[in-house]
């Protein structure tokens, strides 16, 4: 009887700890949809280190387009989306897919092309009358084609410029479903124009001829906004943690990171969460 107690003494905090084990040694992570613009331009790589040693929470990224991105939201697939299209970011609220949007950082969008610019579009600083031009003299052009933030932000401007897309595509017009990256590299090979982030032009280095050759309209500034995915609608979204990245990002810690995160010298995104 004597040996039974004591083996049930020794088994007993081995039981313990195998009981509580799972559930103390689960690391603190969320995963955040967002785009390839964050990631491509390499501000993903500069900021969540910091974070994750602030706080102990670790980050995986899901790098799409806007549009994908707010689907993952929306199946419930990410804790937080960080994207950057504000009409398709509200439409995502007023479903109830998300619990509230805040403005973190903006940069620009900018019109890339070949330094021959053989559309004439150079310096001209009014981005729908170069889209005029461009669909006039039918010059190639690669579109991103993916539900990005920039190709909803390219199409808008179709639009403003009052160009009938659909009518006028022809083989001028590469819609090649995939990522800023691959967008700029095609542009390359084949000396064509586009719609790019600043962000990801500058981290760019597979340029060729390239260069910008329409920027500072009003109507190429580039906002990003952060929203927590709602836990009514998905109760499996990790919402303190994603509430901690969220508040991380918003602080003066996690303005100042993004504002000091540079390539050659240059600034890419500039904060402007509202202060709270």
């Known amino acids: 009887m004597a040996d039974l107690f004591r083996r049930a003494m020794l088994i007993a905090p081995l039981i313990a700890w195998a009981c509580g084990t799972p559930a103390s040694a689960q690391p603190r992570a969320i995963t955040v949809a967002s785009t390839t613009s964050t990631e491509q331009s390499g501000l993903f790589g500069f900021l969540l280190p910091r974070f994750t040693a602030t706080t102990g929470i670790a980050v995986k990224v899901v790098a799409v387009g806007t549009g994908q ?3 993952i939201g929306r199946r419930g697939d990410a804790d937080v989306v960080f994207v950057h299209d504000r009409p398709a ?3 995502f609220l007023a479903d109830g897919f998300g619990v509230q949007r805040f403005d973190v950082m903006y940069n ?4 890339i092309g070949p330094k021959a610019d053989p559309a ?8 729908l009358a170069a889209f005029r ?12 084609g993916d539900r990005s933030g920039t190709h909803a932000a390219e199409l808008r401007t179709w639009k403003d410029a009052g160009v009938d897309l659909e009518t006028v595509k022809g083989a001028w017009y590469r819609d090649i479903g995939q990522g800023m990256g691959p967008a700029l590299n095609m542009a390359a090979a084949i000396d064509a124009y586009l719609l790019s982030d600043r962000g990801t032009w500058l981290s760019f280095r597979n340029r060729g001829d390239l260069t910008i050759l329409v920027e500072g309209d009003r109507r190429l500034f580039n906002q990003y906004g952060v929203m927590l995915v709602s836990p009514a609608k998905h109760p499996q979204v990790h919402a303190a943690e994603a509430q901690a990245f969220i508040d991380w990002l918003l602080s003066g810690d996690g303005q100042a ?3 000091a995160y540079k390539v050659g010298g240059e600034q890419l995104f500039f904060p402007n969460a509202a202060q709270r």
Do not use: M, N
Not at 108 to 111: H, W
């Open 69 to 71: 991105a707010l689907d």
């Open 133 to 144: 031009r461009l669909a006039d003299k039918r010059a190639p052009f690669v579109s991103r």
């Open 120 to 127: 004439g579009i150079a310096g001209s600083g009014d981005v």
């Open 108 to 111: 620009d969008f900018v019109v």
């Open 257 to 259: 990171t993004i504002a």
């Open 89 to 91: 970011e509200e439409k």
